[in-house]
């Protein structure tokens, strides 16, 4: 059971978004990478903020992948992270991994294969603070998203993002906290001493039923992948109350940086998990949205073949919807059944099909439709419709 200062410390600085519950661990190795970091911390043996989470909040999901075993590949999700079986290494170091959650919310590109991505809009859901706070949000992130870097080693974090531009907080212009003192990954982007510090320390761990000390507690590209941005500092409302937040964005977590908190709590991980769920498998269907198509995009002018996906809310019969193209005068071009890509029973999930047509004589306005067919009288029913530009001949 999460302690009474967790709750107080993460309430002041990450948004919370309520789990359906609490739930068991469902495969035995995200069991046993769970207990070596966070076990500790559950029992009261150390103080610091959590790796994964107090508990997974949904059970574990059978998530379209490509690239695994049928397709499919056993995920849970927990606060921080979500834990993946990772087939090609069932036996080995990399048994579990944790998705690269917060590139595909800044992105708008969910994962489904190594190399293949089905669209959704960037995620439009708060970094940290109050759930209610208008910035930053993931989506908000894309301007310093893989840009080139600006700042040098030997400098200091300093900078404030806000909604149009970016500021100098002078306060942290000389702060040691915030010295730039290394660079690493693809973009060469300088890490904070805070942040390196957390990203290298040592601790107790638990490991074979053993607590044992280790020196690092972790290692930080497994768990928080390479930034994918520079870091920043932001104002955030918490409990109604403004604070100054530092973060910075890795290609699996983010890491904030609150110098009002408790010594163990200033440096901690974003409640990515909880944030990538309700992005993928809630904010989708707000509003009683049965589906949405999220490409094409609306508006778009269309060619023959078209690439259709979206994501459809878990309650199309048999998880099968048909997929059409029509025009404004109701001329259907191109239709095509396809299953929803489910993790399981009721539960969102993605659809992906193509669509061949012939064009018509001249461009004409047209919509594509998903369309869900009634199990006892075949009663088609509209489950999302997009409006687009059909290309003519």
């Known amino acids: 059971m999460r302690s ?46 959590w790796t994964w989470g107090p508990q997974p909040f949904t059970p574990v999901l059978r998530e379209w992948y490509v690239d695994s075993p049928g397709q499919h590949r056993p995920v849970q999700y927990l606060d921080k992270s979500r834990m993946e079986l990772n087939a090609a290494d069932a036996n080995g170091q990399w048994a579990v991994t944790n998705g690269l959650l917060v590139k595909e919310m800044i992105t708008g590109q969910v994962q489904v294969g190594d190399n293949k991505f089905i669209t959704l809009d960037p995620a439009d859901v708060p970094l940290a603070g109050d759930p209610t706070n208008p910035f930053p949000r993931y989506n908000d992130l894309q301007r310093i998203y893989g840009q080139p870097a600006t700042l040098e080693l030997g400098g200091h974090a300093d900078r404030l993002l806000t909604p149009t531009a970016f500021e100098i907080l002078p306060q942290y212009s000389d702060d040691p906290a915030t010295q730039l003192v290394t660079t690493t990954g693809p973009y060469n982007y300088p890490i904070p001493q805070v942040f390196w510090n957390y990203m290298n320390r040592s601790g107790l761990v638990y490991v074979d039923g053993q607590y044992v000390q280790s020196d690092p507690l972790w290692s930080w590209v497994y768990v928080l992948g390479y930034p994918i941005a ?47 769920y309700r992005w993928r498998y809630a904010e989708p269907f707000v509003g009683g949205k049965q589906a949405v198509i999220t490409a094409p995009e609306l508006s778009a002018v269309v060619t023959s073949p078209l690439l259709v996906q979206g994501f459809e809310n878990g309650t199309a019969f048999e998880a099968r919807v048909t997929v059409r193209l029509r025009t404004a005068s109701g001329e259907v071009l191109a239709s095509a059944a396809t299953s929803i890509y489910r993790p399981d029973i009721g539960v969102p999930g993605p659809f992906e099909v193509q669509l061949n047509f012939t064009p018509p004589p001249t461009t004409t306005p047209g919509q594509v439709e998903v369309v869900a067919f009634s199990p006892r009288d075949g009663t088609p029913q509209v489950l999302a419709a997009q409006s687009v530009m059909i290309a003519g001949r």
């Open 4 to 49: 009474m200062r967790w709750l107080i410390i993460c309430g002041l600085l990450l948004l919370a978004v309520l789990p359906a519950q609490a739930e068991d661990f469902g495969e035995p190795a995200f069991q046993q990478t769970w207990l070596r970091s966070d076990y500790p911390v559950q029992q009261g043996r150390v103080e610091r903020s």
């Open 230 to 276: 520079e870091p920043y500092w932001a104002r955030v409302q918490v409990g109604g109350v403004e604070h100054a937040v530092m973060f910075q964005a890795f290609e699996r977590r983010i890491l904030t940086y609150t110098p009002t908190n408790p010594a163990e709590w200033q440096v901690e991980m974003g409640n990515v998990g909880q944030h990538y």
